[in-house]
């Protein structure tokens, strides 16, 4: 229509660029969109600030009191994160033990071994692992693990509520994401690298460990550090299993409670806004938000610099 | 392979550890095998346990031992509707009766619901005393028996699915006997609700920019690593995020006040709304870089025939990138979507210690989800309401379960175009 009427004006075509306020509305608000993801950290950086702030500004709390006191009793005015965070580490470490290096093999296996059909059995059991809710985990490790444990090691031995349970199942949690994490990296590792290592006579293994797993070492670096991040952040599978008192103890099968459990149970009860534990659990957010996103940049980092690029 | 081959002769020092080579190889072969079983096995004891849990024995105190109901030796649950009914007039109060038919009349209700007034308001189950799971319950049944007859021998033992559907058709309750997923079931979809409604647009809304608008300058770099970072965040400190700002900061909005909603026990913001919105922002990245993929699938022949005809920008991207996207867009939001499903800390933290029995009725209701209930039970002593997490855990998982074959109904039907 609008070409009908600038020639029947014999008006010449204009080429330069045409004001259209429907396409500038819909790039705003599309703009606006994307710009949400900042508002988002922006938000959660100024609310976690903002209460932690109130509550480091409280004069019975101090930050070096914060960082090194081994108790955690807000009844008698004692916030040492010690406990929490050492709780938080034990479960982690757990966790990572079972989940770096069967997830690992399985993603050798599954990139370097495994046919078409056992990969199409072993990728959906995989997806749906990982896509099980925590808190059915939550509920498999205080049913299933820790009466597993209690009978294998003497009830004596095993607390009801306690780390190495909570810490095992979130291995099972993390696996797939480390599998398919270290698996992206593997199969991205070019074709010619693995024919050049058979040519010389490698076996399937030594191909596997000495050319594939070296040349993919940053993406599986990096599948390593987000898995600590996420079992950091792990929060269900502990509130449920691991215990619910701070406690601090480097005994894996006594009970601790960790960061994200403590935050959960406490904010589950009956809480009053403006009290120190309201912003006591401000401040160890803040603290679980620094060290989740400092992990986080560190394994982009690793991926970005120690990349192998071929071609 | 055997060492007799030629070039074993031709150099003979690499053939002496060449078998214990191919020896090791072998062995971890069949490690790297065993370890990938790990995963099957775990998700087949989680899935048994869960089972396990759902159905089995329970014994059950009760206030009127059903077998002194039997008439001339038939047992209750063999009787016609007839004899319930005098039953029922036998054993409880005229004023209950006269309620009872007020309700409806019970001359004209079916034997199901005759049956459920008689073990209710006659039987009266008042506790469980012990309950075992479906693998006990099978393999020792009469050992489990005799047990509670010499510990309780007021106890009825009957086999109990926990799973029924009763169970989803219930409201919540403190008596797991009676208990349901109803409410949290109708909590979960209103949640997932407002989640879809807020987070689809802004998501897909943000993939559109990042891919087809977005110029290489540092703002935009600045926003695709800050997604991929907000991605990594903990759910929980998305919880306190909401908690801090759509149950605090926007406490007028969230419980409708504004609106002119005034239901005072709403009146603090924890409600359905603050819920989905907070679910919204915990999606939101995974969505944007799942539906970005599916944007950036799109051949790059089709947006430029479209420019080359002289459409806009977003004429081409209306017209011919999004239909060819949103397959696998959807496909992400899906899954994206089902994550939020089954996601429990922040709502714990929005929607604090939350015991409602009633139907949500909205937005601005109270809300409990599944998984915050499947929490509550668990976090319960008693053996009985580990049996109802169970079942509630099988709700969720039928959930989660229908969700994702859709999403696979959606990618096999688009990718086969």
Redesign the interface.
């Known amino acids: 229509m609008a070409i009908r009427t600038m020639t029947r004006k014999n008006e010449a075509i204009s080429l330069g660029r045409r004001r259209r306020p429907r396409e500038a509305l819909i790039q705003g608000f599309l703009f606006f969109c994307g710009a949400l993801s900042i508002l988002t950290t922006l938000g959660i950086v100024y609310e976690l600030g903002k209460e932690a702030l109130l509550f480091f500004r409280d004069p019975a709390v101090s930050l070096i009191e914060f960082l090194t006191g081994t108790k955690w009793q807000p009844q008698a005015g004692e916030f040492g994160i010690l406990p929490l965070l050492n709780s938080t580490i034990i479960t982690s470490l757990i966790a990572m033990s079972i989940a770096l290096p069967l997830g690992l093999a399985v993603a050798i296996y599954l990139s370097e071994y495994a046919t078409l059909r056992a990969r199409s059995i072993l990728k959906p059991v995989l997806e749906v692992l990982a896509g099980i809710p925590t808190v059915v985990y939550g509920y498999f490790a205080l049913t299933f693990m820790t009466p597993l444990l209690r009978s294998i090691l003497g009830k004596d031995v095993v607390d009801i509520y306690n780390m190495a349970s909570g810490g095992l199942v979130m291995g099972v949690l993390i696996l797939p994401l480390i599998t398919s994490m270290s698996e992206d990296a593997l199969s991205a590792v070019p074709r010619a690298l693995r024919e050049a290592a058979y040519g010389l006579g490698a076996t399937k293994l030594e191909t596997a460990i000495k050319v594939v797993v070296p040349a993919a070492i940053s993406g599986l670096a990096a599948a390593f550090v987000v898995g600590i991040s996420r079992a950091i952040g792990e929060t269900m599978i502990v509130a449920i299993a691991v215990g619910a008192g701070p406690n601090f103890t480097f005994n894996p099968f006594m009970g601790a409670e960790t960061m994200t459990g403590h935050i959960v149970r406490i904010s589950g009860g009956d809480l009053s806004y403006d009290s120190i534990d309201y912003n006591s659990l401000f401040a160890i957010g803040l603290f679980l938000f620094v060290i989740t996103l400092g992990l986080n940049i560190i394994s982009q980092r690793i991926v970005r610099r120690f990349r192998e690029t071929y071609e | 392979m055997s060492d007799q081959s030629p070039g074993s002769r031709l150099t003979p020092y690499?053939a002496p550890n060449l078998q214990q080579?191919?020896r090791?190889?072998a062995f971890?072969?069949v490690?790297?095998?065993l370890?990938?079983l790990?995963?099957?096995v775990?998700?087949a004891?989680?899935l048994y346990?869960?089972v396990n849990?759902s159905f089995g024995l329970v014994a059950i105190n009760n206030k009127v031992d059903p077998g002194t109901l039997a008439v001339n030796g038939v047992p209750i649950e063999e009787l016609d509707q007839e004899t319930l009914l005098t039953i029922i007039q036998n054993n409880v109060s005229k004023g209950k009766f006269r309620q009872l038919e007020r309700e409806g009349l019970l001359a004209e209700r079916t034997w199901d619901e005759v049956y459920q007034v008689v073990i209710d308001d006659v039987v009266q189950p008042e506790d469980v005393v012990g309950t075992w799971t479906l693998v006990e319950s099978l393999t020792r049944r009469s050992a489990i028996i005799a047990e509670v007859k010499q510990e309780h021998p007021q106890a009825s033992v009957q086999f109990k699915a926990w799973l029924n559907l009763n169970f989803i058709a219930s409201p919540q309750s403190s008596d797991a006997l009676i208990a349901g997923v109803r409410t949290a079931m109708l909590g979960s979809l209103l949640t997932i609700a407002i989640t879809i409604l807020v987070a689809l647009?802004?998501?897909?809304?943000?993939a559109?920019?990042?891919e087809e608008?977005?110029a290489e300058n540092r703002l935009?770099r600045?926003?695709q690593?800050?997604?991929?970072?907000?991605a990594?965040?903990?759910?929980?400190?998305?919880?306190?995020?909401g908690?801090?700002?759509f149950v605090?900061a926007l406490e007028s909005l969230t419980s409708g006040a504004i609106f002119g909603f005034t239901d005072p026990t709403t009146a603090n913001g924890r409600t359905i709304l603050s819920a989905g919105l907070t679910l919204a922002?915990l999606v939101?990245?995974v969505l944007?870089i799942n539906a970005q993929e599916a944007i950036r699938a799109v051949s790059n022949s089709l947006r430029e025939a479209s420019y080359g005809l002289g459409a806009?920008?977003?004429q081409t991207i209306w017209h011919h990138v999004l239909p060819n996207a949103i397959p696998g867009i959807l496909t992400g939001a899906i899954?994206s979507v089902?994550?939020a499903?089954?996601?429990?800390?922040p709502l714990?933290?929005i929607g604090?210690?939350t015991y409602i029995t009633f139907d949500p009725s909205g937005p601005f209701s109270k809300f409990t989800t599944l998984?915050i209930q499947?929490?509550q039970w668990?976090?319960r002593a008693q053996g009985e309401y580990?049996n109802i997490?169970?079942a509630a855990?099988l709700v969720?998982?039928a959930m989660?379960l229908s969700l994702?074959a859709a999403a696979i109904l959606l990618r096999n039907r688009y990718s086969r175009k």
């Open positions: 690499f080579r191919h090791t190889s971890w072969r490690l790297f095998k370890s990938t790990v995963g099957m775990m998700l004891l989680l346990t869960v849990d647009p802004l998501g897909i809304g943000a559109i920019y990042l608008y977005a935009n600045l926003i690593t800050n997604i991929n970072n907000l990594g965040v903990p759910s929980i400190i998305y919880g306190m995020l908690l801090a700002i605090r922002l939101l990245p944007i806009t920008r977003w899954l089902s994550r499903i089954g996601e429990t800390a714990v933290v604090a210690a998984p499947i929490y668990t976090s580990h997490a169970a855990i969720l998982l989660l994702n």
